[in-house]
């Protein structure tokens, strides 16, 4: 485990990370806005899923996978920049046509929890940080390197979820006081989509 000075440099540096804007806030804030707080909280918490995942391939090594092969690389992050792209363009021309006997199957796959999940997942940045930032802090001669990669990895995501978790908050209030407006509703789900469009175009083009 890192010393008390490595800790807290550890610390500020995901701090930093948690308040940077990325896929994850980005889809947090635009779900917060188009349906209020509890989508938001529900996207936060699926966003923590598919964080989760990369902190445990992080400790099982999977994630160098994505440090050394190109192609890897560029497959998932176009696959993550073309689901962020048709969330965005779902979220333009949504209809309130989710009844029927495939209302239940619909309203599952735009989940904001199943949808968060999917938006991480398909992050390659996230497992990059974890495999650029955890190796500074492990010490195998103190403590196994997998369980510490797990606890610093699990830190990391909680101090990303808290700040996706004030986004959600602050942004659902200002969409609780605007929902009773239906010209507000169009133009901000048609603001939230072009959000998401936009990400997945920054997300493609980004380095």
Do not use: C
């Not at 398909?122 to 390197?145: D, G, Q, W």
């Amino acid at each position: 485990m890192p010393d008390f000075a490595e800790l807290l440099v550890f610390l500020g540096t995901a701090a930093i990370f948690a308040i940077t804007p990325g896929p994850g806030i980005l889809y947090v804030l635009a779900r917060s806005l188009r349906g209020g707080r509890g989508e938001g909280i529900r996207s936060v918490i699926g966003n923590g899923i598919g964080a989760s995942v990369h902190v445990v391939a992080a400790a099982l090594g999977l994630s160098a996978l994505l440090a050394t092969s190109a192609v890897a690389f560029a497959v998932v992050k176009y696959a993550g920049a073309a689901y962020l792209v048709f969330l965005g363009l779902q979220a333009i021309f949504q209809r309130h046509d989710d009844g029927g006997e495939n209302g239940a199957a619909r309203q599952w796959a735009r989940s904001p929890l199943l949808q968060g999940v999917l938006t991480e997942l398909l992050n390659p940045k996230t497992a990059l940080y974890f495999m650029a930032l955890l190796p500074h802090f492990v010490h195998p001669e103190r403590a196994p390197a997998p369980l510490v990669f797990i606890v610093l990895g699990l830190i990391a995501l909680a101090l990303a979820m808290l700040a996706d978790l004030l986004v959600a908050v602050f942004a659902g209030k200002l969409s609780s006081r605007l929902l009773g407006n239906a010209r507000w509703r169009v133009r901000q789900r048609v603001a939230s989509g072009a959000t998401m469009v936009g990400l997945g175009g920054f997300v493609a083009l980004a380095d």
